[in-house]
């Protein structure tokens, strides 16, 4: 398999007694470009909005048309995503689901 940008490739090996059997595996590499190392900020609400801001502009959506196809107030993202409001689950489940990925995604840098 030929690699390109959107795969990483990882070694493998596994030991025998008898011989050593060397695996590649070629996994993909996230397609995001994180504008902001979450590993700094405390607040668990800013760093839930780097990671929607980061699918968000991934994906291709401005703020209004993510607002529009998760059918929530354009306004309220956006202080979501500048950490200044709480956010339910039903909210983070439109989000996901506007953005196609799962809700672990978003959180997952939490």
Known sequence: ???DQSCRQTT????????TIRLTV?????????V????SV???????GISIRNY??????TLESLAEKAELHPNFLGRV???EEYISIAA???IARALKVRVRDLVDAL
């Open 36 to 39: 902001c190392d979450v590993s």
């Open 26 to 34: 070629w996994r993909p590499v996230p397609k995001f470009v994180v």
């Open 1 to 3: 398999m030929a690699a």
């Open 92 to 94: 983070l489940r439109r």
């Open 12 to 19: 493998l090996r596994f030991q025998s007694c008898a011989s």
């Open 81 to 83: 995503e500048r950490g």
């Open 56 to 61: 968000r502009t991934d994906a291709g959506f």
């Open 42 to 48: 405390k607040d668990h609400r800013k760093v839930l």
